[in-house]
Structures are given as structure tokens and as C-alpha cells.
């Protein structure tokens, strides 16, 4: 295998991500020893319902920006084109009934809880099944969370996967923890920022070692990887408009709209219209997100001329 494919972290690249880890819990000591040092369940769960709009929006888009799209989203690129990329459409829609309908409920009632709302609404039962089923869903997504850096750490460090799994799970527990949700929010504000710097160096770097952004552009060309419109109304194509952009919002609003992780970073604005603000703030950013995904698939194509499984991946047909 050619040795420019086997790198592996150098003392730099080990001591930026132990910095990177240590902010994290830096964030989280920091709000375990100011304010009302997380004595109450007002400060701990709510943040006191203190927080303005813009820390609010970044731990949104960094809530669902794990690492399952920000490595599967190039993967999907990577493999079948840009198509994918008409998810996009789905975010206005996605986010404005949000911000109009569930929201204002929601802030009014005065609540902690999404599922709190399901019990005023309909009855304990209705509520209890709620939060059974959303218990179950995180702890399959966070799974796949948590997993998925921790693999792409043994790939470039030869850490053992479940050493990854152990590190990256104790730092997240310990910040949120002794900080409670300010905590999660800041350092949410401060991944964020690395995420988005982390998308663009590598498709800077990337776009050097093809030769050049017009180089990356024919080979990208020449692979069939740029998609138009599709509006191929059957429902068992892989992606189309109708898939994307129509059936996207529901997943928005299954994302945003519900889902207790979005409710609470909400919950915790100032106000009312500080929370709203929140939402429509998201939209560039996540739109700014998308749109290197994509490219950083693109560029991924370009690199290695669509081998289906580029020769650095391990031999499972994993594209990173």
C-alpha cells in the first residue's frame, strides 16, 4: 500500500485533539463553578432560561451535525452523486413550523419537556410511550454517534475501537454532568466552530492534492457524480425531489420540531422570541454544512476516482 496512505497522527495532531477534549471539559468545569453552580434543576436542566439566541442556534445545528453527517453525508456523495443534496429544500419548511407552531406552545406552557406536553394533551400513558420510544431511539443514534469518531480515530490513530468508544463517551458524560446544559450548549458552540473549520481544511487539502479545483471538477464530471432535478415520482428511487425535499421535512420536523434534545436547547432562551430567532439563525449554517458535506464528498471522488473502497479504508467496503 503506498505509504502516503498509511499516515498516522503525528505528536501535533495528538496534541490538538487532546486540546480539543480538554476545552470540553474545561466548558464543562467552568459552569460547574460559576453562576448557581448547577444546584438547581431550573440551572442544570434549563439553563435558567438564560441563554441568547445565537449560542442556542449553534447547539442546535451541532446536536444533529455529528459524525454520522459529517462522514456519511460525503459518503453518500462519494458513491451516488448529488442528488442528496436537494435535502436542502426541506430545511425551510423544517424549520419555519417550528418556529411558528411548536415553539410557542411549547415556551408558553412553561414546560422542561416535550413529552411533558403529551401528558396536558392526551395522558400519562401517551407521555410514558413518548419518551419509552424516544429513550430507544437515542440510544441506537448515540450508538452510532459515538461510534462512528471512534472508528474514524482507529483508522488514522490505530487506537482500538472500543478505547475511542470509552474515551469520547467519558469526556462527553463528565462535561455534561458537572455543567449541566450551559455546558452542553457552550461547548456545542465550540465544536461547531472545529466542525466547520474541520470541512474546510479538508476540502482545501483535498482540492491540492487532486491538482486543482477545475481538475476536481472534470473528474467529478466525468464520474456522473452532478445531479440534476429529479422528479421521478417513484417511490422507490434511492433519492429524488419528492424523497428529499417533501419527505425531508418530516425529518426535520422529527429533528427539530419534537425531539427533546431540540426542546430543551429552546426551552432554555431567554424568551420567546429569542428562541424563535434560534431557529431561523440554523438556517444558514446548516445550509453552509450541507453544502461542504457535499463537496467534501465531491472532492473525496475526485481524490480517488471512485474506487469503491478507497485504498486507505479497511477491507469492509467502507468509504472512511
Known amino acids: 500500500m503506498d505509504a502516503a496512505l498509511q499516515k498516522r497522527f503525528s505528536a501535533l495532531d495528538y496534541v490538538i485533539f487532546a486540546l480539543l477534549l480538554a476545552t470540553s471539559l474545561a466548558i464543562g468545569l467552568y459552569h460547574a463553578l460559576s453562576g448557581g453552580r448547577q444546584r438547581t434543576t431550573q440551572e442544570f436542566l ?76 392526551f395522558s400519562k400513558a401517551v407521555r410514558i410511550c413518548g419518551t419509552v420510544t424516544f429513550i430507544f431511539q437515542t440510544v441506537v443514534y448515540m450508538g452510532l454517534c459515538v461510534y462512528t469518531p471512534a472508528f474514524a480515530l482507529n483508522a488514522v490513530t490505530g487506537f482500538e475501537i472500543w478505547a475511542a468508544v470509552l474515551a469520547i463517551g467519558l469526556v462527553c458524560t463528565l462535561y455534561t454532568t458537572i455543567g449541566g446544559l450551559k455546558a452542553v450548549i457552550w461547548t456545542d458552540v465550540f465544536q461547531t466552530a472545529v466542525m466547520f473549520a474541520g470541512q474546510l481544511a479538508v476540502i482545501v487539502v483535498g482540492v491540492q492534492k487532486t491538482g486543482g479545483a477545475s481538475e476536481v471538477w472534470r473528474k467529478v464530471r466525468e464520474g456522473n457524480r452532478i445531479a440534476g432535478l429529479d422528479l421521478n415520482p417513484d417511490p422507490t428511487e434511492r433519492h429524488t425531489f419528492w424523497t428529499l425535499g417533501v419527505g425531508g421535512v418530516f425529518l426535520m420536523l422529527s429533528l427539530y420540531g419534537v425531539n427533546q434534545s431540540q426542546v430543551q436547547r429552546y426551552l432554555s432562551a431567554r424568551s420567546e422570541r429569542e428562541a424563535v430567532r434560534s431557529v431561523y439563525m440554523v438556517f444558514p449554517p446548516l445550509q453552509l454544512s450541507l453544502a461542504l458535506s457535499c463537496v467534501m464528498g465531491l472532492v473525496m471522488f475526485a481524490r480517488y476516482c471512485g474506487e469503491e473502497s478507497p485504498r486507505w479504508a479497511p477491507p469492509t467496503g467502507t468509504l472512511w
Not at 449553534?58 to 446536536?63: E, G, K, N, R, T
Not at 425551510?92 to 401528558?119: D, K, M, N, T
Open 46 to 121: 434549563m439553563a435558567d432560561r438564560s441563554m441568547s439566541c445565537l449560542p442556542v442556534s449553534l447547539s442546535l445545528i451541532a446536536s444533529f451535525q455529528s459524525a454520522v453527517a459529517i462522514i456519511g453525508v460525503p459518503g453518500e456523495i462519494y458513491a451516488h452523486g448529488t442528488q442528496y443534496w436537494f435535502i436542502g429544500c426541506s430545511y425551510v419548511l423544517g424549520l419555519l413550523l417550528p418556529a411558528h407552531i411548536f415553539i410557542p406552545v411549547l415556551y408558553r406552557l412553561r414546560i422542561s419537556s416535550a413529552y411533558q406536553y403529551l401528558e396536558l394533551r
